[in-house]
């Protein structure tokens, strides 16, 4: 059906007037989402692992995970909040740090949606007395809230990304006040860090990758919805938008690691739909090309179609 024959090329100047156009009118369509429960926003599975612990902290924080979990999901992180909940997995592998006047715990911290946000923090420090329930403040700064609200708007920004064009720039600006608190606080042992992931993310050389996870999704949404035609149109302009990243124009800036690394962890939760997406579309020859340009992992699965 296809020709396994590949062009380099570079992107005519009308997609990327397309392009641009269709970044700047991403925004949340609730049609193309199922409403979720009013009351919560963040689907919530909470672990602690206390088994370093001494028997009697262990007996102290038996309730602390169900603490976590009800400080995650009873809590109102976005406003106006009528979307599918956001998938939320957090993990703590703890130790005892304690001094004689207070308990204090050391922490590994594992934050993820279950696909492709993971953060891994191995350096948390935190006290915690169990007479005292867990509280959102937004003035005073809490050890254990502190890390609890961080990694909460760390996913929900990267979530939120995904369903408007940077959309997930309200929540990491909530995040960056977590920071600037946490580094003037007597736990401040992990916060510079947190602080450099946060330039990471919101980076302006990060800006054109974080503008296409609005449009690959929008693909996804229409393509759930059995919108075809719509859903391939939006998944070439999120292609044609990675292949600006990792092939630049003269004169830009070359993509660095992070951003090839980051484009490859996108391609190996995403290259299965892709095909999906193409698999059937007449004109779908020159997609697949250009997958095998820029997703070179998968060449051979790509392939696979181009000579059937």
């Known amino acids: 059906m296809f020709s396994a024959e590949i062009k380099k090329r570079r992107l005519p100047a009308?997609?990327?007037?397309?392009?641009?156009?269709?970044?700047?009118?991403?925004?949340?369509?609730?049609?193309?989402?199922?409403?979720?429960?009013?009351?919560?926003?963040?689907?919530?599975?909470?672990?602690l692992f206390t088994e370093l612990l001494p028997s009697e902290k262990q007996q102290k924080l038996e309730n602390l995970g169900q603490e976590i979990e009800e400080y995650f999901r009873d809590h109102e992180w976005i406003e106006d909040f009528s979307e599918p909940l956001i998938p939320f997995c957090f993990r703590?592998?703890?130790?005892?740090?304690?001094?004689?006047?207070?308990?204090?715990?050391?922490?590994?911290?594992?934050?993820?949606?279950?696909?492709?946000?993971?953060?891994?923090?191995?350096?948390?420090?935190?006290?915690?007395?169990?007479?005292?329930s867990l509280e959102h403040d937004a003035i005073f700064y809490n050890s254990l809230t502190g890390l609890l609200d961080y990694y909460a708007y760390l996913i929900i920004g990267g979530e939120m990304d995904k369903r408007s064009t940077l959309g997930g720039n309200p929540y990491f600006k909530q995040a960056r006040e977590v920071v600037q608190k946490a580094l003037f606080s007597e736990y401040y042992t992990?916060?510079?860090?947190?602080?450099?992931?946060?330039?990471?993310?919101?980076?302006?050389?990060?800006?054109?990758?974080?503008?296409?996870?609005?449009?690959?999704?929008?693909?996804?949404?229409?393509?759930?919805?059995?919108?075809?035609?719509?859903?391939?149109?939006?998944?070439?302009?999120?292609?044609?938008?990675?292949?600006?990243?990792?092939?630049?124009?003269?004169?830009?800036?070359?993509?660095?690691?992070?951003?090839?690394?980051?484009?490859?962890?996108?391609?190996?939760?995403?290259?299965?739909?892709?095909?999906?997406?193409?698999?059937?579309?007449?004109?779908?020859q020159e997609a697949f090309e250009l997958l095998m340009d820029i997703d070179p992992p998968h060449r051979e699965f790509y392939k696979k179609y181009l000579d059937k």
């Open 92 to 132: 703590m592998y703890l130790t005892d740090e304690s001094v004689s006047f207070e308990d204090r715990y050391g922490a590994r911290i594992h934050a993820s949606n279950n696909i492709d946000l993971q953060y891994l923090d191995k350096n948390c420090h935190f006290a915690y007395q169990p007479d005292k």
């Open 190 to 284: 992990g916060w510079n860090r947190r602080s450099e992931e946060l330039d990471a993310i919101l980076a302006d050389e990060n800006v054109s990758f974080r503008k296409m996870l609005a449009v690959y999704f929008r693909a996804l949404a229409y393509w759930k919805n059995e919108m075809v035609e719509d859903a391939r149109r939006y998944c070439r302009y999120a292609l044609d938008m990675i292949d600006g990243i990792l092939r630049p124009k003269e004169g830009d800036e070359e993509p660095s690691r992070e951003q090839k690394e980051q484009i490859a962890r996108f391609f190996t939760q995403h290259y299965r739909e892709m095909a999906d997406i193409f698999v059937e579309d007449p004109g779908g």
């Open 14 to 47: 009308v997609r990327w007037i397309e392009v641009v156009a269709v970044i700047s009118s991403i925004v949340i369509l609730p049609g193309l989402m199922s409403p979720g429960a009013e009351a919560e926003q963040m689907d919530v599975k909470v672990e």
